[in-house]
């Protein structure tokens, strides 16, 4: 091991873990390094987070003189995706108006919790808004089956299964529906992501069959979860690929959405756009639109139409 670092003192590998200035790379050849940045750290990702979760990132490595591994992180390579949100300015030290929760990956895995927190189809328009623009692929995970009636869960979750989005059904408590979660995560880079209090840390856990990650109670008072997952951790996968347990999130930003390109991210609108009068139309006001006949007809679903008029509103309007 001593003999390959002596010839080889620069390696490239990725971050698995953040806490504060320090950061745990994986080099390609499956060694840990702790690692940190230095003033000449390079990088291509303008004002972001400088280091996040899935990056890939060069090395220099240092002579501890022990077992330990370290190295300085020289070049922080160009993000083919990232999970963002907007930075709490109360918190923010740096210069970084973006900071990114994982980068790199290849799929998004949203859970949404069918109890406790109680079901919200909204935010798994927002994430898929933001899949469909980075071109991602989205597995929905609907956990805690054990505590809601499945009929009702079942339907309001139709819509997602017509667009032909994968929705998975689980239950961590119960251990249940776990096999084909596994089979969608394997040989990927996945993160996983949705309210605190769903789930994830619990579901990933069952996904290695002992605890690696800390998981919490939800608040009994407000329902909501208490945010036991503060950092970004990646996770090698027993059946091969990579999973990115995040912290739960109270909204998600959608920073790179404009008013004019979000028609776009609703799958089902494309097909009936065509019937629309205008050609710039936004299919909330105008005469004569394909999607409000469309939802009329009931050929797309209303309440995906009410979550894309939500977000639409939500879009400054000069963005
Ligand atoms: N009834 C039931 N409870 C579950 C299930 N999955 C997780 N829980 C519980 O929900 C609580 C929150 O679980 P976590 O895994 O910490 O949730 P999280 O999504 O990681 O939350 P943050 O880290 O705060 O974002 C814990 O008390 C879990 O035991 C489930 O399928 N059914
Ligand atoms: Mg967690
Ligand atoms: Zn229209």
New binding site residues.
């Given amino acids: 091991m001593n003999n390959k670092k002596e010839q080889k003192p620069v390696t490239s590998g990725m971050v698995a873990e953040v806490s504060g200035a320090s950061y745990i790379v994986i080099s390609d050849d499956g060694t840990e390094f702790r690692s940190r940045t230095f003033p000449g750290t390079k990088t291509d990702n303008g004002d972001t987070t400088l280091v996040a979760v899935g990056d890939r990132v060069q090395l220099k490595l240092v002579d501890t003189g022990t077992d330990i591994s370290e190295a300085i992180i020289t070049l922080v390579l160009p993000r083919r995706s990232a999970l963002t949100r907007k930075r709490d300015v109360r918190r923010n030290r740096s210069k970084e108006k973006t900071q990114v929760i994982a980068a790199n990956i290849d799929q998004l895995v949203v859970?949404v919790?069918a109890y406790?927190p109680l079901l919200n189809t909204r935010l798994i328009d927002r994430y898929l808004v933001f899949a469909e623009s980075e071109q991602l692929d989205t597995i929905i995970v609907v956990?805690?089956?054990?505590?809601e009636d499945s009929t009702e869960t079942r339907k309001m979750m139709r819509p997602y299964h017509a667009l032909g989005y994968t929705v998975l059904y689980?239950?961590?408590?119960?251990k249940r529906g776990m096999k084909p979660l596994k089979k969608a995560l394997a040989g990927k880079l996945s993160a996983v992501s949705?309210?605190?209090?769903?789930?994830?840390?619990?579901?990933i856990?069952l996904l290695f069959g002992h605890d690696r990650?800390?998981?919490?109670?939800?608040n009994e008072k407000t329902g909501k979860?208490?945010?036991?997952?503060?950092n970004s951790v990646m996770l090698l996968l027993p059946g091969g690929g990579y999973i990115i347990?995040?912290?739960?999130?109270r909204e998600f930003n959608l920073s790179d959405i404009t008013r004019e390109n979000l028609r776009f991210y609703f799958k089902e609108f494309l097909t009936y756009m065509t019937d629309c009068a205008y050609s710039s139309c936004s299919h909330t006001v105008e005469p004569e639109c394909g999607i409000l006949r469309g939802v009329e007809a009931g050929r797309i679903d209303s309440e995906r139409y009410e979550s894309y008029l939500a977000i639409y509103e939500s879009i400054d309007r000069d963005s």
């Fill in positions: 859970v919790s406790d956990n805690k089956m054990d505590l689980t239950s961590a408590e119960k949705g309210h605190s209090g769903v789930g994830k840390s619990t579901l856990n990650l800390k998981t919490g109670e939800t979860g208490l945010h036991t997952t503060s347990d995040t912290p739960g999130i």
